[in-house]
């Protein structure tokens, strides 16, 4: 199973990006997608997540960014407006998800190599 995350870059204060993450691999079940971030220095932290029946934002990003996912496709977006410099960091799909190969069908947690978001001021 691999989660491939794109959409990071560069961007001032007030703008918006777009992250995008797709799981592959042999997959029975997702049970959340979502992103984390991880600044210099800090924790890594839960940025949003989005389970079958509800969403998860961060205080701090409500009302900023949006989560969706598109199940068909396996993925999940999160949808960054009026970004702050604050924001920088590097951002990491994750998944909780039943891998086909496993054999055991016990929820394990992936993550993506991580894509990163500079706001500049």
């Known amino acids: 199973v691999q989660l491939q995350a794109s959409g990071g870059g560069l961007v001032q204060a007030g703008e918006s990006l777009k992250l995008s993450c797709s799981a592959s691999?042999?997959?029975?079940?997702?049970?959340?997608m979502g992103w984390y971030r991880q600044s210099p220095g800090k924790p890594r932290e839960l940025v949003a997540l989005?389970?079958?029946?509800?969403?998860q934002l961060a205080q701090s990003v409500k009302g900023r960014f949006t989560i969706s996912r598109d199940m068909g496709k396996k993925s999940v977006y999160l949808q960054m407006n009026d970004l702050k410099p604050e924001d920088t960091a590097v951002y990491y799909c994750?998944?909780?998800?039943?891998?086909?190969?496993?054999?055991?069908?016990?929820?394990?947690?992936?993550w993506g190599q991580g894509t990163k978001v500079t706001v500049s001021s």
């Open positions: 994750y998944a909780a998800l039943v891998p086909g190969d496993s054999g055991s069908l016990l929820q394990s947690d992936y």
């Open positions: 691999g042999s997959i029975v079940r997702i049970d959340a």
């Open positions: 989005v389970r079958s029946d509800d969403n």
